[in-house]
């Protein structure tokens, strides 16, 4: 069993602060010392920080340790997280001695050569929990998260390829879009993508040619966190001018949304309260996702868009699961929490406007699985296990 382990997040952002607050103190229960830092070291730096905290493993969220290869000389077992691929394609997550996916749709893909298993995130009930709030104040929708900025005429702009000045990103981003219109990002990988992305691109300048790492991030990850994000809170719109964002400050420069920003919140007990005092959390994307647990702990009413089944730019089958495991895993639909697809936002919304989610025998059952199964203790204790079994 090891003694000592390392957690490096990705930024100083104060959701990665919290994180590591939370997954430390998750792996300090479980009797290890635990260093670390909010940002990833270079190979100097984690030589040097292996040497002088000697740890016996690394915890890592988004990289993996072929992407530090120093890890490699100094055999020190790597755990890697994947929460957020940031462009990367998938035969790219390879090295570590356990890789982790946040999304349970990338276990197929992924190939990094270790084990290899899905870990949704955890919660800490300590910090999310329902409290007496008074409800006359209440907020119809929420949605916690970070919208990309929209396109600026200098990134529209940028030329793909420096011999054909005349072929820009808008161009490529405009005939990408709408391939995607028809054929749709439901069986797609990133490496899939990205192949749609080069024969688009070369047909466009007349030869084959590497993209810059941007132009490959905004059109894997940027454009879809756009459209999901705008789409969800247009749904919203048929109903309610009642809507809170909460987010960073890119929602200021969206004119369609400015009015309904409110801030960013930095305190987890003030989310807490928003969970608590919004009628519907709307929540997008990986249905286990980190701030659907936060958002069911504190005793919120959970909303989720399912944009990938039933997608609207393809053959519409209610009985088609595209990725099946997710909240659903463990939690009952239409009853802990509410899912809905882009054809059915109405008829789920107006089942949700004849129930009373506080204090009901749902939410009671909600909090009790969440304590049970799915806090960051128990987390670590997965994590612990599979180290074990290496």
Not at 335 to 347: P, R
Request: proline fraction near 4%; glycine fraction near 6%; hydrophobic fraction near 35%.
């Amino acid at each position: 069993m090891i003694k000592h382990i390392s957690i490096f997040m990705p930024t100083e952002s104060a959701f990665h602060r919290r994180l590591f607050g939370f997954i430390g103190l998750a792996f300090q229960k479980q009797g290890l010392l635990v260093s670390g830092a909010c940002k990833l070291l270079n190979e100097t730096e984690i030589r040097d920080w292996v040497r002088e905290k000697k740890p016996c493993a690394i915890f890592e969220m988004n990289r993996v340790k072929d992407e530090i290869p120093i890890l490699h000389e100094l055999n020190i077992l790597h755990i890697s997280w994947v929460v957020d691929m940031q462009g990367r394609c998938e035969s790219d997550i390879t090295g570590s001695d356990i890789t982790y996916a946040l999304d349970p749709g990338w276990l197929e893909s992924f190939n990094p050569g270790g084990y290899l298993d899905w870990m949704p995130p955890g919660t800490c009930v300590e910090t999310y929990f329902p409290e007496n709030i008074a409800s006359d104040s209440n907020t119809e929708f929420s949605f916690i998260g970070h919208i990309p900025q929209p396109w600026t005429t200098q990134e529209l702009s940028r030329v793909l390829h420096p011999d054909n000045p005349r072929v820009t990103f808008e161009m490529l981003l405009k005939r990408y879009s709408e391939y995607m219109d028809i054929n749709t990002y439901c069986e797609q990988t990133h490496e899939s993508c990205v192949g749609i992305i080069d024969r688009i691109a070369s047909e466009l300048l007349g030869y084959s040619c590497a993209l810059s790492d941007d132009i490959y991030y905004d059109l894997l990850i940027r454009i879809k966190r756009m459209s999901n994000r705008t789409e969800l809170i247009d749904f919203a719109l048929r109903y309610s001018e009642s809507i809170a964002i909460y987010g960073s400050q890119n929602w200021r420069v969206w004119s369609k949304y400015r009015q309904y920003y409110r801030r960013f919140i930095e305190n987890p007990l003030e989310l807490n309260r928003v969970h608590q005092k919004s009628n519907i959390n709307l929540h997008d994307g990986i249905s286990f996702h980190f701030r659907a647990i936060d958002c069911m702990a504190s005793g919120g009413l959970l909303m989720w868009y399912d944009y990938r089944d039933g997608d609207k730019y393809d053959s519409y089958n209610p009985g088609r699961a595209i990725y099946t495991r997710g909240l659903s895993d463990f939690f009952t639909p239409q009853f802990h929490y509410y899912e809905f697809k882009w054809l059915d936002f109405d008829d789920v919304y107006q089942q949700l406007k004849s129930i009373r989610y506080q204090g009901s025998q749902a939410q009671k059952q909600t909090l009790e699985l969440i304590k049970n199964h799915h806090t960051w203790g128990v987390r670590a204790e997965q994590i612990l296990e599979h180290i074990q079994a290496l």
